[in-house]
């Protein structure tokens, strides 16, 4: 068990260090908001909400995602937009713990990602933090990739840094992987030598392929996936993408896993639930190859983010890797919060002055401070 982490109540929070933490990740599903409290190297969750997108505002994100629409004024309108509603989130929590913004230290603000390009130069999260820190009242750090992308690195991911700060155990060979929209892997060896880098598509094309057809946002618990039959050459069709068999480090994100990706493949000649459950496969299998190659002597396994709660991906992937998977709630972390609360940790230690990136993950020249700060 990790006692670094654990959920208590308001009335233990006297003289504490209060920091907001704010994720939206590649799935679209909403923005998660955190509030913890941090001593020193110890954490507690004081409060969380997810603020789910609407149909509507899926369909604006997701068409500035398109590698083809480059509309500036949509772009502002939308940071404008997540700004004002991760406010009003901010604001339901402190009133209801009957809190104020003097009471918080800084929100870790990652914003929605529209592109992820390191190679190009740059990464794209909409969301206004200057508008945030006005609303709230509160000090914002925000923009954490981009330093390290100027720095020659890749931008991500940027959360093996946190997982590796709370998650690490002595004699332990512990994994960590986040199942999010993209798929990322934490390998936590006894010796400290920290591996963390993007395997492929998480939920990404899942819950497009979802959406497409059946109009939901997810798959839930993978029942579609598992009503569909695997096809095993489109299996072998997807594995040939050069992404997974490019060297560490390495990242990744919609901007090459999405619809038209999908689309190559000449998919139209089989039946929608056959797709999901050969994408569940995609995902499961670039996993379970990238922790076979990377990650050896392995004594567990945790899972977080979204893929979480897809029983038949757990499932699998359990089965291929032939170690028992648990969810990071047995960390004492509830799995869905993971993220939001390491960019709280990152906020913190870029006001704080400190070097909070991992040049050995990400491959930047060396350490950086990430983050650009909103008084």
């Known amino acids: 068990m990790n006692n670094k982490i654990k959920t208590i109540t308001i009335k233990n929070m006297k003289n504490s260090s209060l920091l907001f933490g704010v994720m939206s990740g590649t799935s679209l599903d909403g923005i998660d908001i955190v509030l913890i409290d941090k001593k020193n190297k110890a954490i507690n969750i004081i409060d969380f909400i997810n603020i789910p997108y609407t149909e509507n505002t899926k369909k604006k994100f997701l068409a500035l995602h398109s590698n083809q629409h480059s509309d500036l004024l949509k772009s502002i309108e939308m940071s404008l937009f997540h700004a004002k509603i991760t406010a009003i989130g901010i604001k339901k929590i402190l009133k209801k713990l009957k809190l104020t913004a003097k009471d918080i230290k800084c929100i870790g603000y990652h914003g929605q990602t529209i592109r992820h390009l390191p190679k190009n130069g740059y990464s794209i999260q909409l969301g206004n933090a200057g508008l945030l820190s006005e609303l709230t009242k509160i000090t914002v750090v925000s923009d954490f990739r981009n330093r390290d992308i100027q720095a020659g690195g890749q931008g991500a991911p940027l959360v ?201 993950i990400t491959g930047s020249k060396g350490y950086r401070i990430l983050g650009v700060i909103h008084y």
């Open 160 to 360: 093996p840094a946190f997982h590796n700060e709370f998650f690490f155990k002595n004699k332990i060979n512990r994994v960590i992987i986040n199942i999010g929209g993209i798929a990322n892997i934490t390998f936590l060896p006894s010796d400290g030598r920290i591996i963390g880098f993007d395997s492929g598509p998480g939920n990404i094309l899942l819950d497009h392929w979802i959406y497409i057809n059946k109009k939901k946002n997810y798959d839930n618990l993978g029942k579609w996936a598992r009503s569909g039959k695997l096809i095993n050459d489109l299996l072998l069709n997807f594995k040939k993408e050069s992404f997974f068999k490019k060297s560490l480090p390495k990242s990744t994100g919609r901007d090459l896993f999405n619809i038209n990706w999908l689309n190559k493949f000449n998919i139209k000649k089989y039946t929608a639930e056959d797709i999901q459950r050969t994408l569940l496969e995609l995902t499961v299998v670039s996993i379970s190859d990238a922790v076979k190659k990377y990650c050896s002597n392995i004594d567990e396994i945790y899972i977080c983010g979204g893929g979480s709660q897809n029983k038949f991906l757990i499932e699998r992937l359990e089965s291929i890797i032939d170690i028992n998977v648990n969810t990071t709630d047995k960390l004492n972390i509830p799995a869905q919060q993971v993220e939001a609360i390491a960019f709280a940790w990152l906020a913190e230690k870029c006001l704080n002055k400190e070097y909070n990136n991992s040049p050995s």
